[in-house]
């Protein structure tokens, strides 16, 4: 709200800062600046290599820039194999967001498989996921489309470590922005627990996954509601 009032616009907001590539970031930027460049995950404790990334930098080739971020951690630089950044396209985020508020006045299905989703963080009970792989229907071409004019330069190595857990974590899907889901999945997953407890399944590491889950995201929910991402596509 600070930064809004002052009507600066920068050319760019470059974070290295853990999970900074987050639509609710970046939306709440999105008069302040023209581009946010950041990782949906941790960064590393070396931070980004500025001494090499920083030229390109300066003159706008974003591309080379976090190809030289992901280049450096995939090369095995401070032990970790781990780097992830992408570059999100700020004048493109209202689109997405009248999307996505179009695809919110339909109901999520039931078979959605939350914990089968691509997640950017090593917690047992997730809260950063990725957003395409949460809306995950090839028939959505809008929603696709308009993605790839949003979030541009998606590099990552082959997997991402997260202290969370203290090992490398799976990267199935990358669309290189994390996103919160918000109650349409908790509604989901309230129902697939009474389900699983009406058909006697109430035990095991299914059940347990899906109640840790639910009680994590439902958790988040009202700071979720007050952000400029969830007014805008609700």
Known sequence: AGLSATN???DWIYFDVCFMSSIEASYALRN???YVI???CEIMGYGSPFDQLLDDLVVDNFDAACRTYRDYYANDHYGSNSGCIATIVCDQLDNLASI???LNQESVST???VLSLQTYEGRSAHIFYDIEDYVNNPLIS???AQLDKTVINRYHTEKFYSTYNAQLNDIHHYSGINFTPDEACINVLDRQI???ESSGQDSGANYTNLQNQFRELNHY???LRNTEWDKATH
């Open 38 to 40: 950041g990782s949906p």
């Open 221 to 223: 929910l009202p700071s």
């Open 142 to 144: 809008t929603f696709c």
């Open 8 to 10: 600066q616009v920068f």
């Open 32 to 34: 302040n600046t023209k």
């Open 194 to 196: 009474k389900d699983l």
């Open 111 to 113: 078979d959605l498989n």
């Open 100 to 102: 996505v508020k179009s």
